[in-house]
């Protein structure tokens, strides 16, 4: 009898023991349920894309982003060049057999003027060179007969475009003749070297107060694409923004999530790398990349699992700016998040015997399946 009590506690203790495993089971159950309604999950579109929307393999053709050749022809006026007088140009008078009226190298004023002697000042501002020379034939018929007067143009000053952003010698380039956009870039020094990685995307034309248009330089640089050669006139504003301007974002289980700059034919794999590879709580099956097409966007799978056991690279897509890299988490993965949000101080707990000694779980499974009593010793 004297063991009785004995007894009883034992059985108190293990039923108690239970009750404990249950209450943690319990806690697990809900936080569960509670943390799966809060972790991301990007959902594949189902929608069926139109073909300029569709993922391909390949970079995909850009829409409404670039100016068509259309617009760029209509940007481009189909007239005659004609040039115009303006301040900075330098300029040569000559009057057959009248050298006393032959002046060189007269520049036109800031304000457009062109002082001459015996002549005086005429306003050459956006005037042709034909439209100065009849000017100054006009007033001298008035002092003699029949003058005859060539107007030479020394120095093409006011045909000029500023080039702005990435390139070597950014500033005014001045042209000859009729200006072009390769010209402009050309004369700018071209692309700074700085790296492979580096490489000219896109470039604004802006003239006057309300054209902006936006051309595509790989189009043009790349593909030849001769049609997006726009024509510069003067005073036009040629940007070139800088490559950084260009990011991709990788996110979700991968070492080094954040923003990655975007380099020439950057695919899939090559984010999910620079981002430091998969961290082992990733699902290799489910990686997302999501796409802002328009308000809504569109979210693809890829495979990296298909990819890398079976090679099969059809969907190792190249990105975009702006598009987004979702590695997803594994079931593991989101348990273990489930746990530290239910124990912090304890990190991670996993269900192994080391842990479930600590809490003297094991010790009362033994008793009741096999009849052992005692800790196993864990090396501690």
């Keep these: 009898m004297p063991s009785q009590p004995h007894s009883y506690a034992k059985k108190h203790n293990g039923r108690s023991a239970f009750i404990f495993i249950q209450q943690i089971l319990l806690c697990i159950l809900c936080t569960l349920l509670i943390t799966s309604c809060s972790s991301i999950s990007p959902k594949e579109t189902s929608v069926q894309l139109s073909p300029e929307k569709n993922f391909k393999p390949e970079l995909p053709e850009k829409k409404q982003t670039f100016a068509s050749p259309e617009a760029v022809r209509k940007l481009s006026s189909t007239s005659p060049f004609q040039y115009y007088l303006g301040p900075g140009d330098v300029i040569s008078i000559t009057v057959w057999k009248r050298p006393e009226l032959s002046h060189e190298r007269i520049i036109v004023a800031p304000d457009g003027m062109l002082s001459i002697p015996r002549i005086g000042n005429i306003n050459a501002l956006q005037k042709t060179p034909e439209d100065v020379q009849q000017l100054i034939s006009k007033r001298l018929k008035a002092l003699y007969t029949k003058p005859e007067v060539t107007l030479r143009v020394e120095e093409f000053r ?92 990788v996110m979700g289980e991968v070492v080094t999530p954040g923003a990655i700059q975007l380099t020439s034919n950057m695919n899939v794999l090559k984010a999910v790398m620079l981002a430091g590879g998969m961290s082992k709580q990733a699902n290799p099956e489910k990686i997302f990349v999501i796409r802002q097409e328009n308000l809504q966007g569109e979210v693809i799978k890829v495979d990296l699992k298909d990819l890398l056991e079976k090679g099969n690279f059809s969907r190792n897509f190249t990105l975009m700016s702006n598009d987004i890299v979702f590695v997803s988490p594994s079931g593991m993965a989101k348990f273990n998040y489930s746990i530290e ?9 996993s269900l192994g015997t080391d842990n479930a000694e600590s809490f003297g779980l094991m010790q009362e499974f033994r008793n009741k399946a096999w009849g052992q009593e005692g800790f196993v010793n864990t090396g501690d």
């Design 158 to 249: 006011n045909n000029k475009a500023f080039v702005l952003g990435r390139v070597s010698k950014p500033g005014v380039v001045h042209f000859p003749g009729k200006g072009t956009l390769l010209e402009a870039l050309a004369l700018a020094g071209g692309l700074p070297y700085q790296g492979k990685a580096t490489f000219l995307t896109k470039c604004a034309i802006i003239r006057g107060r309300d054209t902006v248009i936006w051309i595509d330089l790989q189009d043009l640089l790349k593909k030849g694409n001769m049609a997006l050669n726009a024509s510069v006139k003067n005073n036009d504003i040629i940007f070139i923004p800088e490559a950084e301007d260009q990011l991709i974002y």
């Design 341 to 349: 949000k239910l124990i912090p101080a304890l990190q991670v707990l």
